[in-house]
């Protein structure tokens, strides 16, 4: 033990929690290539919310920068140096459900996992758990702007989110929702959502539930091409029931899953799209029948989706890298966008899949890469610059909480003095105004 521990009276507060200090006891928390500048100097999984306060205003006191993750899983850091590393993990207490209400509170370091096993017990469910990837916390979920894939018909998670509490960078706890909404108090849970923390811990989540349905159906559809997926596209909008999920795979995703699922994906189809309803839907146009075989057996939909979540593992073991970015994407866009990604991959010799929801959703673009060596990522980076650049021009913009591994200085949403950016800058003076978070 050293005569001067600069931690002493931050030990005294962690009861419940860990304090990690040194490289090797903080290394195994975290993954990837790191070097020297990358390891924090401090890592602190705090107990309780108590516990929480007094990290923070350990790093007030120390003029210490902090940056959160949810400590699930190993996490990716880059240039922590002299920054305060928080893991959420420990502040995951066991759900409040109530039946009667539809609601669940839920703290903001529960696994997405936990809370599924925990409504499987029930006769309700939270839509946006379909698919969230694993190991992620429900308050890492809101920070990063992940909206699941049901979103079709109801939108996506702040859709189903009553309320959401954080604690700002000062200590202080806000909660706000369309729950809290009165007069006096806006809702700003969307300025949380996709904001990757940088107004504070998120610590607690009120969900909306919804019952979960009696009866599913679902088809995956075989098409031969994006201009096939968007005229479809357009016939789902009008169907009766409107679908719960409809979901795209672009060519290169396509062959991937045909690839990791050979009895699944036929030789002909080009792209696919998968479509589900909550209802039991007795047939399907003619058209679509030609396409794909109906499902209305709940074993054949948890497999369809079982075989078709392969597609990330499949990837991964034919392309062991990747770089990718998340649009909200124009359905109509699509052909036009499959056509830029054919052709930047083949200048950058990197295919580029595309699959996803749109419009209400996400689109994921990944890069595919053989090796992670700098040069190749260096390619990647520029291929999904120019992607991107492509795709603003057709109308899309980046998913909230979506980090550009390029410079995205030309590609910010909204104009510099909208009320919008007026207000999230407000926000982010009054909860962190140290400047603690990086």
Known sequence: MPLFDRYSRLRKDIREGKLLTGAKEILPHLSGR??????????????????????????????????????????????????????????AAAPEISEARRTAHVDGGLSVESLAVDLARTSLRWPPLLPIPAKTSLGEMIALGWEGLRTWQDGGTLSHLRAVEWMAFDGTTYRSGPACLTENEPDVSGFLFGSRGAMGVITALELELAQRPAARSAILLELPDAHAAVATLTELRAATPLPETVVYWGEIATRILREGNDHRVSASAGVLLTVEWGDDVECVPEAWASCGKLLREETAIRALWEDLFRFPRTAARLYPERTGIRLKMPAPALPELEEAAADLGREFNLPVALWGTVESGQLQVWALQPDGESRTVQHAEELLRKLYEIALGLGARPAPGCVLPFDGALLNGAASDSPAKELRRLMLEKCDPHGLYS
């Open 34 to 91: 790191l070097s020297r500048a990358d390891l924090p100097e401090l890592l602190v999984e705090p107990g309780n919310r108590g516990e929480l306060r007094a990290v923070i205003e350990f790093a007030i006191e120390k003029k210490m920068r902090l940056a959160i993750t949810s400590g699930l899983r190993p996490a990716e850091v880059k240039n922590l140096a002299s920054h305060l590393l928080i893991l959420t993990s420990r502040l």
